[in-house]
């Protein structure tokens, strides 16, 4: 069993940044493919980013690439997203999830999911 918890969400003005921190227990963190995922007022969950095991690898939304960077520490047990130039269409909620795999999917296909942080992004 894993169980995630983030932080770093807030209310930040368009333009601003915020860095959002998902931390894992359990000792096998570091063989987990990791994802942020948000989900905004009436729409779906969507994926924004997504890191391999050892960080190698990474995924980017369209919408939020060259603006958010994901990065993970499994030393720490957390990993992090990086959330520059923010805009008014990024507030939602923001997800973490594990995946039992050592290799990402951009679908909803994972095992584990935080409670969730709220970012708002004024204009």
């Known amino acids: 069993q894993v169980q995630l918890v983030e932080s770093g969400g807030g209310l930040v003005q368009a333009g601003g940044s915020l860095r959002l921190s998902c931390a894992a227990s359990?000792?096998?963190?570091?063989?987990?493919?990791m994802g942020w995922f948000r989900q905004g007022p009436g729409k779906e969950r969507e994926l924004v980013a997504t890191?391999?095991?050892?960080?190698?690898?990474?995924y980017y939304a369209d919408s939020v690439k060259g603006r958010f960077t994901i990065s993970r520490d499994n030393a720490k047990n957390t990993v992090y997203l990086q959330m520059n130039s923010l805009k008014p269409e990024d507030t939602a909620v923001y997800y973490c999830?594990?995946?039992?795999?050592?290799?990402?999917?951009?679908?909803?296909?994972?095992?584990?999911w935080g409670q969730g942080t709220q970012v708002t992004v004024s204009s």
């Open positions: 999830a594990a995946r039992m795999s050592q290799v990402y999917t951009t679908t909803l296909d994972y095992d584990y």
């Open positions: 359990g000792r096998t963190f570091s063989s987990y493919a």
């Open positions: 890191i391999s095991w050892r960080g190698g690898s990474t």
